[in-house]
């Protein structure tokens, strides 16, 4: 079976789209051994970006979760009051087909693609540079989402950061 993240990575790396990797997926490929079902990712919003990104999520058959287009992410005014009246954190996208193969692209300003880059390490996927936020951003952020899961992964990450 084809590593679905390794392939979604890859495509968007070899289409020049800037992100920035996080969540779950940052998570194992700082060598937390856990199982995630979605990619989390902080992508570059100029309109040159967003442009390779839809053409990516296209060719992947990616569709938006809520009724709305993928020009959705272009619009700055709609995404701030997603954020600030409707509590949106991620705008996600799937495959109908293949309801596993998700992306969660994050919409506020401190997951922002602009605010992430600034702390990041990259990992090598076949061949390709990945940028994901580093060790001590990442526990930042799950520190932040509090969830159980997240707690583990900070306990495991300070773990493997010890070593």
């Known amino acids: 079976m084809q590593n679905l993240y390794a392939d979604i990575l890859i495509k968007l790396t070899d289409a020049q789209v800037k992100f920035v990797l996080a969540g779950g997926v940052a998570s194992v490929l700082h060598g937390v051994e856990r199982l995630t079902v979605d990619i989390d990712i902080a992508v570059d919003m100029s309109e040159e970006n967003l442009d390779r990104f839809f053409v990516v999520l296209r060719e992947m058959h990616f569709k938006p979760r809520l009724p709305v287009g993928l020009e959705f992410l272009k619009n700055q005014e709609q995404i701030r009051d997603a954020v600030e009246n409707k509590n949106a954190l ?63 992964d900070i306990t495991e990450l300070e773990r493997l950061m010890k070593l």
Do not use: C, W
Not at 101 to 116: G, M, N, P, T, V
């Open 90 to 152: 991620v705008f996600t996208v799937y495959d109908p087909n293949i309801p596993i193969k998700q992306l969660d692209i994050f919409l506020s300003k401190e997951h922002s693609y602009e605010e992430l880059i600034k702390s990041t390490d990259s990992v090598d996927i076949n061949g390709r540079k990945v940028m994901l936020v580093s060790v001590l951003k990442l526990i930042e952020m799950k520190r932040d989402a509090g969830r159980e899961k997240d707690i583990r």
